[in-house]
């Protein structure tokens, strides 16, 4: 998986919405890997060009209108891999439109394949920095973020690589309708006590956990990744947390979950 896009808690300028998250980009993952196959490069060339987001224009008022007839609803995934949940989602829920982000050339490929093969048309790509996608879509405007198996960035001296950081935090808020959702899986423990200490500390967000097996399984209907299905097979046991945006008129910070 690829790093999406970080920033670190002390920057110089802090940020008073997000908006202008990473202005200075922030991707740290390799670009390309392997070769492509002959086809997969065809449908780089050709295919993506006709699903990319093109955020050197101005952001629609509305994402839905990024697509044919009317979602009823936005969702991203930052960093999304091989695009098994991607794809995956999206076949599970036609009338939302899906936005993907990867830098790594490889795993766009890789879901130009699938979205040819099953003629999917409620997806569209950003071939970048999340960041950039973070401060180009206009406010409330996605009912969720998907964040699945981040690289984790483990030595202390690149926890500012991490994507989740103080500025990304402030950016999926402003970007989340109210009562949308922040969705996070790891298997590494010390970058979801990370998460949550960021999102805990954040007014616009709420943990959602009420007991111990709603961040020790996976939510109804999720896909595992290739890469969860490794960590399975190597002994690593993920967390699935989730995070509901709140009105800025909202007290409520949630209860701490309870061991059951």
């Known amino acids: 998986m690829i790093s999406a896009p970080n920033d670190t808690k002390d920057r110089d300028t802090p940020l008073d919405d997000g908006t ?3 202005a200075r980009g922030s991707f740290f993952g390799r670009r390309k ?4 196959r002959i086809h997969q490069a065809d449908l780089i060339d050709n295919l993506l060009p006709h699903l990319a987001l093109n955020i050197a224009t101005p952001a629609p008022e509305q994402l839905a209108d990024l697509f044919d007839g009317e979602p009823e609803d936005v969702r991203l995934e930052i960093g999304f891999g091989g695009g ?10 036609p009338n939302v439109g899906f936005l993907g ?16 093969a099953h003629s999917i048309g409620n997806i569209r790509l950003y071939a970048g920095d999340a960041a950039e996608l973070l401060a180009w ?6 009912a ?9 960035w483990p030595k202390r001296r690149h926890w500012k690589r991490r994507f989740v950081q103080d500025a990304t935090v402030k950016a999926m808020a402003r970007i989340l309708k109210s009562g949308g959702e922040f969705r996070f899986v790891s298997d590494i423990d010390d970058y979801c006590a990370w998460t949550l200490a960021h999102l805990m500390r954040s007014s616009d967000f709420v943990w959602t956990a009420e007991r111990a097996a709603d961040w020790q399984k996976p939510w109804d209907g999720y896909t595992m990744t290739r890469y969860g299905r490794k960590a399975e097979r190597e002994g690593r046991v993920a967390a699935y947390l989730t995070f509901r945006r709140v009105g800025k008129s909202s007290s409520f910070r949630g209860n701490a979950p309870h061991q059951s």
């Open 84 to 93: 098994e949940h991607l794809i995956a989602e999206a076949q599970a829920f």
């Open 101 to 116: 982000c990867e830098p790594y050339v490889n795993g766009m490929a890789k879901i130009l394949t699938q979205i040819e």
């Open 144 to 152: 969720r973020i998907d964040l699945i198996h981040p690289d984790p």
């Open 137 to 142: 879509a206009p406010p409330h405007s996605l």
């Open 20 to 22: 202008a998250a990473h």
């Open 33 to 36: 890997g392997h070769k492509l």
